[in-house]
């Protein structure tokens, strides 16, 4: 008998840090293989995963293992409202790396997430990414999915766009709402190892910056609701909406890695490499494991479906061509 691993269904997860989406399609029973340059992300990726991860910076041209499906989250810094919205002048720029992947592994199905922004200031980019995907024979779909609406005490928007040659159904929302209180009840009026307390200078900056801005009410998390969207720059810096809690004596404190952590949905068993800012950002760069694992049972189904229909009838869409100049690829 051939061992587990040999059948399951194998993942390449591009720009992988530390796992967030790979960790989704583990637990969903795919075999998931990481790709990613950061040390410290690649590290977490190894500790905590079972399939391997590679360090590496990737590049048009790069040599992919053998794969049924492509996921990947590729550097959204270019279209995020926040940066300089270089959309594909910007180096850091990953779909062009994502196409060419998809064009050698010709895999049965492809999903990347990135910033909800790509769809509105970067419309025209959405369409010409897609436009590609379709000519390597995809039917390609998308949708803007809110983590909150998947068992995460987050409101975290992200764009995921689905490739495939069959159907595919994006999950559907839960009924229950997950809190705040739900996730980090049993820390967020203590002080744990590693959390700082917020200076009086810090606490007068921030009441300054929410009183200018309006804010109903102030941006600390509220145990009785889902968090805001957790990032690299609100988990890390010391910026006015740094993600902090309200003790009960009054006092104002930063969250934890551990604390983020479950905010992002992942398992307390989960151990983050790196120093405190490497762990954070790989925190705010990942997808919620547990949208992850919704969006792996939806493509577990299309796999199925897939599997179900006898060779002579599958819907074929085969490649118009492989060669975009666009993307010079
Ligand atoms: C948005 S994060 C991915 C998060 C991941 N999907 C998760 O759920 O944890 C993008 C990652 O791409 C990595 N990256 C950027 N450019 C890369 C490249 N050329 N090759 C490999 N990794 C790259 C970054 O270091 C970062 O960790």
Not at 2 to 24: I, N, Q, W, Y
């Amino acid at each position: 008998m051939r061992p587990r691993d040999d059948c399951r269904e194998k993942v390449v997860d591009l720009f992988a840090g530390c796992g967030g989406l790979s960790l989704g399609f583990e637990a969903a029973g795919f075999a998931t293989h990481g790709f990613e340059m950061v040390h410290s992300a690649v590290e977490t990726y190894r500790r905590n995963l079972k399939g391997p991860c590679e360090e590496v910076r990737l590049e048009v041209g790069f040599e992919y293992p053998v794969a049924d499906v492509v996921i990947g989250g590729p550097p959204c810094q270019p279209f995020s409202v926040r940066g300089k919205q270089q959309g594909m002048n910007d180096a850091r720029d990953g779909f062009p790396v994502f196409i060419d992947a998809v064009r050698r592994l010709n895999p049965r199905l492809f999903l990347f997430e990135n910033v909800r922004n790509l769809m509105f200031s970067h419309r025209w980019y959405l369409d010409l990414i897609i436009g590609e995907l379709e000519k390597l024979g995809y039917a390609v779909e998308f949708k803007c999915l809110n983590a909150v609406n998947y068992g995460v005490p987050q409101n975290r928007e992200r764009l995921v766009v689905v490739g495939h040659r069959s159907s595919f159904s994006f999950p559907r929302p839960e009924r229950e709402i997950t809190t705040v209180a739900d996730a980090i009840g049993d820390t967020m009026e203590t002080i744990p190892d590693g959390s700082r307390l917020l200076t009086p200078e810090q606490d007068a900056y921030i009441a300054e910056y929410e009183r200018k801005s309006h804010c109903a009410r102030p941006r600390d998390l509220h145990p009785d609701i889902p968090s805001r969207t957790v990032t690299c720059r609100n988990l890390a810096g010391a910026t006015s909406d740094m993600q902090r809690v309200r003790l009960p004596d009054g006092r104002r404190r930063r969250i934890t890695v551990r604390e983020a952590a479950r905010i992002q949905s992942f398992p307390d068993s989960f151990e983050f490499c790196g120093n405190e800012v490497q762990q954070f950002t790989q925190i705010g760069n990942a997808v919620p494991p547990l949208l992850a694992y919704r969006l792996a049972l939806a493509v577990r189904r299309t796999l199925e479906q897939m599997d179900a229909v006898p060779e002579q009838l599958a819907l074929r869409r085969r490649p118009r061509h492989v060669q975009t100049t666009l993307f010079n690829i």
